[in-house]
């Protein structure tokens, strides 16, 4: 489409000074593929970032991922074969000053995202004590043990006696669960799910219990918070601006929490769940309804 694109613009009377001056440039074309190849490599890790219900070390772990690799592609001053081809016939066309400067806006590219990228990994650093969390390899008792002096100085106090003998059980069933490749697909709050569960009573994973309390209320990104948004402007319309605050909150938590079920599914449900049967066919709903205005007319 560049070409389309640069003969359209450039044939208007009046287009914006930025993209005329753009379009312009000799090397415009090689720019665009250059953030192509660069915005690619962003765009995977920001959708595994932006997951529902990711926990804050698999953000830090997706950060870091991105980070390294922009370290690697600054220090080889990357640029994929189609930029390389493209500026070689420009070069072999006498324009060695604006290949030369196009190298340096490579570099000048890589490390902006990479200052950019360590300004929002900075606060982050300080949950590295939770990193073992992941699951990934059997925990150390060293890293757990640092975790429990964090959490100490934060108001929540665990008994690392106790915490000891968890964290090999712990140990023993992520030894055995690594090697099954499904077990190892799964997002951190599964794989805590999956160990309290096959434990045999709360005495054996207590004080593990409060670490992920503690961990798993931490929010890794504001991406839920945004669709929640969404989905309240879709409803909230001009045409529905009557619609009570409260009604609102009714279908904002019907939607969010029920995302994943089926009509079917939720059609049985329904109809499975006769308290809730019994509440929809119910009147009281519009006997709070009438109550609420009479409330709203007094004030």
Known sequence: MFPALKAFFLSQQKPPIVIKKFFENEFSEIYLWHMHSLMSAFHTHIQDMEKEKNSIMEVKKIMNSIHTILLERKSNNFMSLKVKGLLAQKRSDGLGKEYDQFCADVQGLYSTCLEYLEKWMTPMEEFSTFTWMDLSEPPEWNDVEACIKFLGEKGVVIDDVKCFDQVTNLKRFTE???RDEEFSGLQVHQKWTKYFEKAK?????????????????LSSHNANVERVFSLMQSQWTKERNQLSVESLKGILFVQYNLKDMSCKDFHAYLLSNRKLLGKISSTAKYRRADKE???EKQD
């Open 201 to 217: 009573s709360i005495a054996c994973y207590s004080e593990l219990l409060k670490i992920a309390q503690f961990v798993f209320a």
């Open 176 to 178: 055995r669960c690594n």
């Open 293 to 295: 205005d009479e409330e």
